[in-house]
C-alpha cells in the first residue's frame, strides 16, 4: 500500500476529503497522547491535552501550508499546552508517579513470542529501574530522553528552541547519568 505523506493528507483534507484529517489523528495519536501523558501524569488532562491539540489544528487546517513539519507543529502545539497546563494549575513538572493501580506509566511491553514468565517479570523489572533513573534526570534532560522517542534530535532541538548541540549534549549527558544510576543500584 502507497501510505500518504501528511502534506498529502493535508491537501486531501483542504479539498474536501475529512478522512484525510482522520487518518493524520490516527496517524500522530499514540505518540502524541504518550508524550503529553508522560509530562502531565494525569490520563484525563492528557486526554484534554490531546484534544485541544487536534482541535486547534482541525479550527487551522483550511489554512495550514503543508512545508512537510506537522509532527514538529502538533508537538510544539502540544508542549505549550502542557507548559499552560502546568502554569494553569500551578504545578511543577514531575514524572515520579504512577496510574490508581500503582502501574508505571512508562512501562513499555515488548512485542514478541510470548516471551516466559520470567523473562517478562525482568523485563518488567529493568522497565521499572530505566524509568526510575529516568526521574532522576533533570528536567530539560529528561524532556530530551522522552521526545527523542518520538523525533530526530534536529526534531527535537526546533521544538525546544534550543541549538542541536545542546540536544545532543543533554541526552549524551543524561544517557550517561542513567547508566550510572543503575550501575549504583548494581
Do not use: W
Not at 530505566?130 to 527535537?156: D, G, H, S
Amino acid at each position: 500500500m502507497n501510505e500518504r505523506t501528511d502534506d498529502e493528507l493535508i491537501a486531501g483534507f483542504q479539498n474536501g476529503d475529512e478522512m484525510c484529517f482522520n487518518e493524520l489523528v490516527y496517524r500522530y495519536k499514540n505518540v502524541l497522547h504518550q508524550y503529553i501523558l508522560a509530562m502531565v501524569r494525569d490520563e484525563g488532562a492528557a486526554d484534554d491535552i490531546f484534544q485541544e491539540v487536534f482541535l486547534n489544528f482541525y479550527r487551522r487546517l483550511k489554512d495550514y501550508q503543508p512545508e512537510g513539519k506537522l509532527k514538529s507543529y502538533l508537538f510544539t502545539s502540544a508542549r505549550n499546552r502542557v507548559l499552560n497546563f502546568f502554569r494553569d494549575n500551578n504545578k511543577i513538572c514531575s514524572l515520579d508517579d504512577t496510574d490508581e493501580d500503582g502501574n508505571a506509566y512508562f512501562h513499555d511491553e515488548l512485542a514478541g513470542d510470548d516471551p516466559q514468565p520470567l523473562d517478562k517479570l525482568e523485563q518488567a523489572e529493568l522497565a521499572e529501574r530505566i524509568r526510575q533513573a529516568t526521574l532522576r534526570l533533570p528536567p530539560a534532560q529528561r524532556e530530551v530522553v522522552y521526545l527523542k522517542q518520538y523525533m530526530t534530535f534536529r526534531e527535537a532541538a526546533e521544538l525546544l528552541s534550543r541549538p542541536l548541540g545542546t540536544v545532543l549534549a543533554d541526552h549524551y549527558r543524561a544517557v550517561r547519568k542513567m547508566q550510572n544510576f543503575l550501575k549504583e543500584e548494581a
